[in-house]
């Protein structure tokens, strides 16, 4: 029977099935970081118990640390205690921990790529919603509750059920200045951030094999933000290249018996999928969002939607969002004034990023009155950008090169942006007050974000770059 690359990994990982309920699932690695874990490993104390495997266990901070001076105290107290916690926990529990200091600490999905822990055909979780990054090696990697890292923690295992599946093709060349960042904003844009709900989705097309990995990560890191459980795309021989040698990858014999297995997971030529979308890569332009979801997104071409185009039901929430953002419809998105960019997280924060942005912002320097934050995503990455002399141009530029950590992201450490203020930003999510109580995120590429720090305002990056 034609299966596709999500159901051959499923097969593989059910230990159970329970007749007219979830299957018992295992779980092959375990990323851990400071936020979601204390409640989980308490209630293993409350209940006497060790953790199953710690070594399929792996922890990092990252969601609380600053991104200046991490060598000091953190201040913020709340921030500084849940880091403690972490620390305490992995001691008292036999886990490793990357934790500030350590050269393998970085943003979670970060690290596991770039150190070789993420392989092809693996179940992978973690309680942070933006697992499905992972999914790029051709794994199946999700996001899980407290309650659910604590059973992984205790078992290895979870209680799963099914999902539907989804294949979105994209076809076709990217034009100039388009990136991955703006295939996942224009994705989501058309089928909204519901439109996935209930499914899995594998991307896959001649513009998605084009990609490198860390586009591909792109990709499937913003799977969640359109309502899907996961995203995956087949590993490929881009895979099997960006994984050898690192870290932790198979070598040897090893190596070779792994590849031969890797080989078979792409999904079977005639497999059939609950749902097929098709996109052409050339019509997808440098995105920008206006609103306070992702899917509220639009060409920097194009202008604000009017309410008429909404369903009635969906236009008190349109009207709150414009009133949030304070913008308007039927206005431009082009020329809108920006106070910050913030180039970083776990959607756009590796070498490849800054790379991009360094490329282009060499001999230019950022407008006057806006504040520019490249954080890089793992101590790895940043030594990386010192070893290649990118930390110079982003200096010479006036930008500030931090530390790594998720940053402003989200409003849960020291980088926040402050309110009433507009910050472009190549993150995942412009909910309200993601970035800070009031702060106004418009998503991006990191592109769109350098030529909008050059400017100071929204400004479509092809026309410099003619």
Known sequence: MSQTLFDKIWDRHVVQEIEGGPSVFYIDRHFIHEVTSPQAFDGLRQRGLPVFRPA??????????????????????????QVEKLTDNCRDFGVELYGLGHPFQGIVHVIGPELGITQPGMTIVCGDSHTSTHGAFGAIAFGIGTSEVEMVLATQCLLQSKPRQMRINVEGTLGTGVSAKDIILYIIAQISSSGATGYFVEYAGSAIRALSMEARMTICNMSIEMGARGGLIAPDETTFAYLKGRNFSPAGVEWDRKVAEWQQLPTDADAVFDHEIHIRAEDIQPMVTYGTNPGMGISVTEAIPSEEVLDEKERPSFRKALEYMGLHAGAAIKGQKIDYVFIGSCTNSRIEDLREVAAFMKGKHKADGVQVWVVPGSKQVEQQARAEGLHHIFEQAGFQLRQPGCSACLGMNEDKIPSGKFCISTSNRNFEGRQGQGARTL????????????????????????
């Open 443 to 466: 998503l991006a590429s990191p592109l769109t974000a350098a030529a909008a720090a050059v400017t100071g305002m929204v400004t479509d990056v092809r026309e410099m770059m003619v």
């Open 56 to 81: 399929q266990t792996i922890a990092t901070a990252d969601h609380n640390v600053p991104t200046l001076d991490q060598h000091l105290p953190i201040k913020e107290a709340l921030s500084r205690l």
